[in-house]
Structures are given as C-alpha cells and as structure tokens.
C-alpha cells in the first residue's frame, strides 16, 4: 500500500514537473501580472479611506469623475494595440528588424493620437459648462495620456517579459499612495490628487520605453503615413470593441456625474472600485494566456480548445466563489475599503457583486475564442451592441436614478455580453469541444 501511494506521489510530482517545464514562461508572465494587479488595487485601498475622509465623498466625486473623463481619451491613445500589437510582436519576437518597425510605427501612432485627445479635451473644456468647472482637475489628470503613450505594455506581453512591467508600475502605483498621504491634506489639495494620479503613469512609462531598448536589439524606424494606417487597421476591431465596452465600463461615471451630484458619482465609485479591483484579479491571467493562445491557435484549434477549457473550468470556479463572498460580506467590504459602514455602497456593490465571474468568462470566449478564431465582426458586434444598451438604458434611468440605475445597468451589459459570446462560439462549432472530457 505505502508503495503504491509512493508511486502515485512519484507519478504526480512527475507530472507537475513537467506541466512548469512546459508552461514555465506562461506561469512566471501570470504571476508577474497577477502581482502587478494586486498591487495596482490594493495600494490604492491604502489611500481609499484617507481620500474619503480628507477630500469629503463630494471633492472624492470630482476626483472620480475627471478620471472618468480623461479615461474617454486613454481609450483613443491605446487604440487597439494592448492586444493587436501584442500579437503582431509575439510572432516577430527573434526579428529585429520587424520588431523596430513594429515598435516605432506603434509609438508614432500613439503619439498623434495623444496630440488629438488633447485638443478634443481642450474644446470638450471650452464649451461644456460642467467640465469648465473643474478643468483644472481634468487638465492635471490628463497628463496621465503621455505615460498611456510611451509605456509599451504591448512590447513586454509580446515577448513575455512581464516582470519589468510589474517593477515598473508597482514603483509608480506606491510612489503615487506615498504622495498622496503625505501631501494631500485638504479638499483643496485634490489638484495635488490628480497630478500625483498623473506621474504614477509618467514614470513608469518613460522607464519602460527605456527598457525596451535594453531588452531587444530595437532601433527608431520613422513610420510613412501607409505604415501608421496600416496599424490604425489592424487594431481597429479591438478598438472599436473596446470602445463599446467603455460605454458600459467607464460612461457609467460619466453620465452620473452629468446628471447627479459629485457625491453620488463617490459613492458609486466606491462601489465600482471595489468590485473592479475582484475582477482585475483575472486579468493577469487572460492578458498572460493571450498571446499563448494566439500561437496555438496559429499551429491547432484543439490544443488552444483543450487549453482554453481548462483555464475556463478552473477560472470560473474561482471566480464564481468569489463573487458569492463578495456579496455576502458587502458592508464589511466597503468598510475595509473606507474605513467606514456605507450602506449606500454596500447595496450598489452588491448589485455589482457577480461581475468577477461574468466578465472572466466572457474574456474567455470572446477574445480568447472568438477573436483567435478570425470572429472579429462578431466579437466587435456584440461589444458595440451591447454598449448602445448601455448607454441608451443610463440616459433614460440616470437621470432619475441616478447610482442605482447606473450599477443595474452595468450588470444587466455584462450578463448580455457573456450570454451573446457563448452562443456565437456555440453556433461557430466551438462549445462541444470546448465543454467535452
């Protein structure tokens, strides 16, 4: 008996032995991500309760809602190219020449990109009353575009080199809360707030420009106009869906802080930040998985299948426990976050509580499945679709309301988008196997 359970140990160590031989790459990218979003939520929760309690729910508001303004922007100035540009760097990794290009023509179109946000910005300022009001906050946390610009977070996922990204980011996010609670100390300092928020971007991004360089043999190449709409073209569906899911992701504060007061958008994003710092927790494993997926993809649909299903199996357990414990223990939740019982944002954050589990999986179908499979148009589809539902639902009920209606709305996007991309991958062919022993 002992020895056959020596065997057995001996069989699985085995094993395990080689799935890290095989997979090792891919665990280390995972966990550098997985630490990095971590980080990047729980050092703000560091903050969270001093930003509460010294900027007041109203101040905190304005906070918010000038992050989700500029954040309309940072869409534009990433385009599509966090995944197309990845894909495209992936397959050309041991090609220098190819890689500069790659590298160069994507700078170039951020960087004019940015020029346009800015100007945009600026006219959006001039004339709309509401966002006169508090440019001094928007302009400040709109430097954060230039870190967007120049950090190529798309370069390091292609070649698999997560950790500098992970160094990076981690310094700035601590040098940000460091900043914050030793110089805020008043409403009055929320400019302070937003520049902070800023270089916490700024920095990271001039490092990791810079690193680049020192990891691959990279030289400038200036891009012609054909070679800039040419990657406008190739992260145009990512873009486009992107920006559907913005109109269910990030209006939702937008169109509050339209039609609300400041300290209605605070309580809701107390709420939203919370339940997006749950569902940050899958993202180190869908942005690891992405780039691994696309070149099995390229060599076998069913070894991508088999993988994709182990990691959809495995996932949603996790992420549907999860989500059960988010909602059970809201109010203690919201009041580790703040440092205070808030029952406004405990009912909202329950309202948003199974988003971990319905945002993983359809990560999983839809850009894991459904964009390696050449399904752009349907992935970009039901995205844009679903962000119209969005936004037409948030324009009707907002105004009525207001904190309510805007967390309803999101969950009800979200369901619509998980339940849509598993049946296109269903009716594409890919379910069964997907599902099957």
């Known amino acids: 008996m002992l020895f056959l359970l020596f065997m057995n140990l001996k069989s699985l160590q085995k094993k395990l032995s080689e799935f890290h031989v095989r997979y090792q790459s891919l665990i280390e990218n995972a966990g550098a991500l997985f630490f990095l979003q971590m980080a990047g939520y729980v050092l703000p929760f560091v903050t969270f309760p001093y930003l509460t309690r010294v900027l007041g729910a109203e101040t905190f508001g304005v906070f918010v809602f000038a992050q989700s303004v500029v954040q309309y922007f940072t869409l534009l100035t990433d385009y599509g190219f966090n995944l197309s540009a990845t894909q495209q760097i992936s ?13 160069s023509t994507t700078i170039a179109t951020k960087f004019l990109l940015f020029l346009m946000s800015e100007a945009l910005l600026i006219i959006l300022i001039l004339f709309h009353p509401k966002l006169s009001l508090y440019r001094e906050v928007i302009l400040l946390t709109s430097l954060s575009l230039v870190g967007s610009v120049f950090f190529p977070i798309w370069f390091f996922q292609g070649i698999e080199k997560m950790r500098i990204i992970t160094l990076l980011q981690v310094s700035g996010r601590v040098l940000y809360v460091v900043c914050i609670l030793f110089f805020v100390q008043e409403p009055l300092d929320v400019r302070l707030a937003s520049l902070f928020f800023s270089l916490s971007s700024i920095i990271p991004g001039a490092l990791g420009f810079y690193y680049s360089f020192r990891l691959k043999p990279l030289s400038i190449i200036l891009p012609n106009s054909t070679d800039i709409f040419q990657a406008l073209q190739k992260g145009k569906v990512v873009f486009f869906s992107m920006a559907g899911a913005s109109l269910f992701n990030n209006s939702n504060t937008f169109i509050l802080g339209l039609f609300g007061s400041m300290e209605q958008v605070g309580l809701y994003s107390i709420a939203e930040r919370i339940v997006r710092a749950f ?7 869908t942005q690891a998985i992405f780039p691994h997926s696309a070149r099995l993809f390229s060599n076998s649909k069913e070894s991508a299948l088999q993988f994709l299903r182990k990691v959809l199996i495995g996932g949603s357990i996790f992420f549907f426990s999860l989500s059960v414990i988010v909602f059970s223990l809201a109010e203690w939740i919201v009041y ?3 440092g205070n019982f808030i029952p406004e944002a405990a009912l909202l954050l329950r309202i948003l509580s199974f988003l971990p589990f319905t945002i993983f999986a359809d990560n999983i179908f839809g850009t894991q499945i459904l964009l390696n499979i050449g399904q752009e148009r349907t992935f970009t589809k039901v995205i844009f679709a679903s962000g119209i539902f969005s936004l037409v639902s948030s324009l009707i009920f907002v105004p009525y309301f207001f ?12 369901v619509i988008v ?3 991309f598993a049946i296109a991958v269903k009716q594409f062919g890919f379910s069964i196997k997907l599902f099957r022993q």
Do not use: D, H
């Open 91 to 103: 397959i050309q990794r041991e090609n220098s020449t190819a890689l500069s290009k790659i590298f």
């Open 279 to 285: 569902v940050m927790l899958s993202t180190p494993i």
């Open 336 to 338: 580790l976050a703040t």
């Open 403 to 414: 904190g309510l209606a805007t967390a309803c709305i999101y969950f009800i996007t979200e």
């Open 418 to 420: 998980f339940v849509w």
